[in-house]
């Protein structure tokens, strides 16, 4: 069972920084795209920065410059390195990862984690 984990969420004043990060756990055969979402109660889960296998980057314009998207050695964890936070920031912090379970397996199956509360005080 494949399952991804997520720590590191919690309570930080405005420009303050914060780092949650995202970990797969059971048998699989290698991890694709990774990548962070956010979500605000009542609006879409909105993108906020992915990275590729091969360590390519992209973010929202929200968070460029402030976030920073980054893989383990073992590429099956993923940390999102926050700073100069803002209220707005402010969400349930979503892990994703396409995760190809076995050598032969044409697709990747998409996973996600349970979520992690950032909040942003001003």
């Known amino acids: 069972q494949v399952q991804l984990v997520e720590s590191g969420g919690g309570l930080v004043q405005a420009g303050g920084p914060l780092r949650p990060s995202c970990a797969a756990s059971g048998r699989f055969y290698t991890t694709n795209t990774m990548a962070w979402y956010r979500q605000i109660p009542g609006k879409q889960r909105e993108l906020v920065a992915t990275?590729?296998?091969?360590?390519?980057?992209n973010y929202a314009d929200t968070t460029k410059g402030r976030f920073t998207i980054s893989r383990g050695n073992a590429k099956n964890t993923v940390s999102l390195e926050m700073n100069s936070l803002k209220p707005e920031d402010t969400a349930v912090y979503y892990c994703?990862?396409?995760?190809?379970?076995?050598?032969?397996?044409?697709?990747?199956?998409?996973?996600w984690g349970q979520g992690t509360q950032v909040t942003v005080s001003s």
């Open positions: 990275i590729t296998s091969g360590g390519t980057r």
């Open positions: 994703y990862a396409a995760i190809r379970p076995t050598g032969w397996s044409v697709r990747a199956t998409d996973y």
